[in-house]
């Protein structure tokens, strides 16, 4: 049982290139979340997905699309970076519980690079 | 507007010296509180739920408690391996799975 997998761990991308990060989880979790983590402003929500064939907006999404084909991966697409998009990037997932608990299980990130 | 306010930014404290982190929270209602551990270069690793005022849990060291603003993440005679940023969040009534709303950490250094 891995959890939560993200590729790739690092990358560096220049200026108006474009790249996907793909997140895997072998839970069975309904629910799936792409954030990004920059230094004193916490996480935030960039995209997430309720199930296989659904996507959503976040608090952040420009500049970013997402795709929920099979309910095990959600991928996270940079169509072309910016400078701006230099972060960190966590996939998270989500059982709905009988109680409603949303805790999310994270994985490792993926430390991206815009220059 | 909902808001997840932690304090303070960073705590350093000596083997063996207890304290608490504050997590102070501002939303519409809520369905849940959560607590997460970071450790450097890794992804949040989830420690709590806390659902109602008066709701506490443990797990080693740890304890956290709930009242109707805030929530406490109490540190009883840590060890350095207890160093870690440590992550509130908060889901609010009336919202879809969407609107968790992190705050931005406590950094605790723990010395030996």
């Known amino acids: 049982n891995a959890g939560v997998t993200q590729t790739p761990k690092f990358r560096v991308l220049k200026t108006g ?48 699309n997402v795709s929920r084909l099979k309910k095990q991966n959600f991928l996270l697409g940079l169509e072309s970076a910016a400078p701006s998009q230099t972060s960190v990037y966590f996939c998270a997932s989500t059982l709905l519980g009988a109680d409603g608990g949303y805790e999310q299980y994270f994985g490792p990130g993926t430390r991206l690079t815009v220059t | ?26 939303v519409s209602g ?4 959560f607590w997460y551990r970071q450790d450097p270069g890794k992804g949040p690793e989830f420690l709590f739920t806390l659902y109602s005022a008066g709701e506490e849990k443990e797990k080693e060291r740890l304890k956290a408690t709930l009242t109707k603003k805030e929530s406490f993440l109490h540190i009883t005679a840590p060890k350095p391996e207890d160093s870690a940023t440590y992550l509130c969040a908060v889901h609010s009534s009336g919202s879809s799975a969407s ?12 010395r030996p």
Request: hydrophobic residues 30%.
């Open chain 2, 30 to 33: 809520l369905r849940g509180l």
């Open chain 2, 1 to 26: 507007e909902d808001q997840v306010t932690q304090s303070p930014e960073a705590l350093r404290l000596q083997e063996g010296e207890s304290s608490s982190l504050n997590c102070s929270y501002t």
């Open chain 1, 17 to 64: 290139q474009s790249m996907t990060l793909l997140c895997a989880q072998d839970m069975n979790h309904e629910y799936m979340y792409w954030y990004r983590q920059d230094p004193g402003m916490g996480l935030r929500l960039i995209h997430y997905s309720v199930g296989e064939g659904t996507t959503a907006k976040g608090e952040v999404p420009d500049g970013y």
């Open chain 2, 99 to 110: 609107k968790i709303i992190f705050g931005s950490g406590t950094r605790l250094s723990i």
